[in-house]
């Protein structure tokens, strides 16, 4: 009645009735790529969902990962409790099953209709999840069908491109160097950035 749980009541283990909803995580090419998934995640009712990691803000070579969430539907109840000695039941365990059994006592904490609501409850958010992935694939596919994805890149593509776009980018500079230096002797800015360009190869 003083509010604080007795010594027994620390020790013993509970027996829980839970259900969680979806967690999907999906690795994708770039953030561009993550956008769509994001939305189309959010749109279905995954209103928890987002993009992994504020790396991918910064570095071209992240690889953006989706969690695609939702923690509306999400419950958890206590209805039993394990007692008995946790150590002997360890020790017994060890040995056969029945010895395991006979060290530990299940005891219900709620009767059978409690029971059959939860039973009920969890039926009920099991269907409302379901929908929402069907919500989730048909935005999803319905995206890809309309080709706004794009021409998807795997990373070693999309280095081999951002290598060959700086390989570009470096002889180009040299040219424009190379011209001006025909002029006026050249140019300190554009020594510098090809040094930095030369890395490259």
């Not at 309309?146 to 990373?155: A, I, L, S």
């Not at 999309?158 to 190379?178: F, I, P, T, V, W």
Request: net charge negative; charged share 30%; proline share 2%.
């Amino acid at each position: 009645g003083n509010g604080r749980r007795s010594s027994d009541t620390k020790k013993a283990r509970f027996v829980r009735f839970a259900f969680e909803p979806m967690i999907l995580h999906i690795a994708t090419a770039s953030l561009s790529y993550a956008a769509p998934i994001l939305s189309a995640a959010i749109s279905a009712g995954f209103r928890e969902s987002g993009v992994q990691s504020l790396k991918n803000l910064t570095d071209p070579n992240a690889i953006p990962m989706v969690a695609v969430r939702s923690a509306g539907l999400a419950f958890e109840s206590v209805i039993g409790i394990v007692r008995g000695d946790s150590a002997q039941s360890a020790k017994n365990c060890a040995n056969n099953e029945e010895g395991r059994q006979a060290a530990e006592v299940i005891e219900a904490l709620v009767g059978e209709e409690y029971l059959e609501m939860l039973v009920d409850v969890a039926n009920e958010r099991f269907e409302a999840n379901s929908e929402r992935i069907r919500r989730f694939e048909a935005a999803l596919f319905g995206g890809m069908e309309k080709k706004t994805w794009g021409d998807w890149e795997d990373k070693e593509t999309r280095q081999e491109r951002k290598k060959a776009e700086g390989l570009r980018r470096r002889d180009e500079l040299k040219s424009n160097h190379n011209l001006q230096c025909s002029v006026d002797g050249g140019s300190d800015e554009s020594d510098m950035e090809l040094g930095q360009l030369e890395e490259l190869k």
